[in-house]
């Protein structure tokens, strides 16, 4: 049976259905893992994205990430307004952060974070380390040389021609 949310529209249905697609093509292929995404602007299709993790070799070459690095690209700008990202799963906590960054308009997406899970992409680890304080988690952090690098944003906020994002 069909799935239908009343708030999605048969082109958003639609984008999240190419958004799939990509997800088994792709992963079919041995390119990445089963992870596709779209972004699409007034209805058009912007770009797509697909995870090349493996392909690539590049850790942080997600399907979203690979779509909105290729959308901003073709649009010419850092910032995607406008523009809706539709995945084949729940973005992990990089792509969610990066889709903040975008400032995508919205989400859609089908999987959830709980079916990557079950996949073997847990990422369950990262959405209980990121609340804690950097000398909690279980990545070793430290700081260092706070003064010499606070001086830098000085800098940035007294640089007039900088281009704020």
């Known amino acids: 049976m069909a799935e239908k949310r009343e708030d999605l529209s048969e082109e958003d249905e639609g984008h999240l259905r190419r958004a799939i697609a990509l997800s088994r093509e792709k992963m079919l292929a041995n390119?990445?893992?089963?992870?596709?995404?779209?972004?699409?602007?007034?209805?058009?299709?912007v770009a797509e994205g697909w995870n090349q993790v493996i392909s690539s070799k590049d850790p942080t070459a997600h399907a979203e990430?690979?779509?909105?690095?290729?959308?901003?690209?073709?649009?010419?700008?850092?910032?995607?307004?406008g523009c809706t990202l539709y995945s084949s799963c729940e973005p992990c906590p990089m792509c969610l952060a990066a889709a903040y960054w975008a400032r995508v308009d919205r989400v859609v997406y089908a999987a959830t974070r709980a079916d990557a899970a079950a996949g073997g992409f847990d990422d369950e680890l990262l959405y209980?380390?990121?609340?804690?304080?950097?000398?909690?988690?279980?990545?070793?952090?430290?700081?260092?040389?706070?003064?010499?690098?606070?001086?830098?944003?000085?800098?940035?906020?007294?640089?007039?021609?900088?281009?704020?994002?």
Request: proline letters at 7%; aromatic letters at 8%; a positive charge.
């Open 31 to 45: 390119l990445g893992g089963p992870f596709g995404a779209v972004i699409a602007k007034a209805g058009s299709v």
């Open 128 to 165: 209980r380390e990121l609340p804690l304080p950097p000398d909690q988690r279980s990545l070793p952090m430290s700081q260092a040389l706070h003064s010499e690098a606070a001086r830098v944003f000085d800098e940035w906020r007294a640089k007039a021609d900088k281009v704020m994002y």
């Open 65 to 81: 990430v690979t779509a909105i690095r290729l959308a901003s690209t073709r649009l010419g700008h850092f910032v995607l307004e």
